[in-house]
């Protein structure tokens, strides 16, 4: 049974960090590609990052500069660093595994002074 729990939200000030993290079971993380996505309400989710199983990354222009994703296959968790928030950022972050079309649970992430 694929599982993905996020966690690493939380409440970040304009300007700072936080990391996600995903920890991925069920299937074999390693050769799967695998994403972030964030809403808000009343808004559709919207693409963040994805990474290859090469490690080849991809970023939406919003946060590209930014945000990194990463991946440690020994561990089966993709990770999501992300610097310099800024109130926009204010999401429910969710990691996303493409292929089996599944979805964490989500993580609240606040960016607020």
């Known amino acids: 049974q694929v599982q993905l729990v996020e966690s690493g939200g939380g409440l970040a000030q304009p300007g700072g960090s936080l990391r996600l993290s995903c920890r991925a079971s069920g299937f074999d993380f390693s050769t799967k590609v695998m994403g972030w996505y964030r809403q808000v309400p009343g808004k559709a989710r919207e693409m963040v990052a994805f990474?290859?199983?090469?490690?080849?990354?991809n970023y939406a222009n919003a946060v590209k500069g930014r945000f990194t994703i990463s991946r440690d296959n020994a561990n089966n968790t993709v990770y999501l660093q992300m610097n310099s928030l800024s109130p926009q950022d204010t999401a429910v972050y969710y990691c996303?595994?493409?292929?089996?079309?599944?979805w964490g649970q989500g993580t609240q992430v606040t960016v607020s002074s």
């Open positions: 996303y595994m493409p292929s089996g079309s599944s």
């Open positions: 990474i290859t199983t090469s490690g080849s990354t």
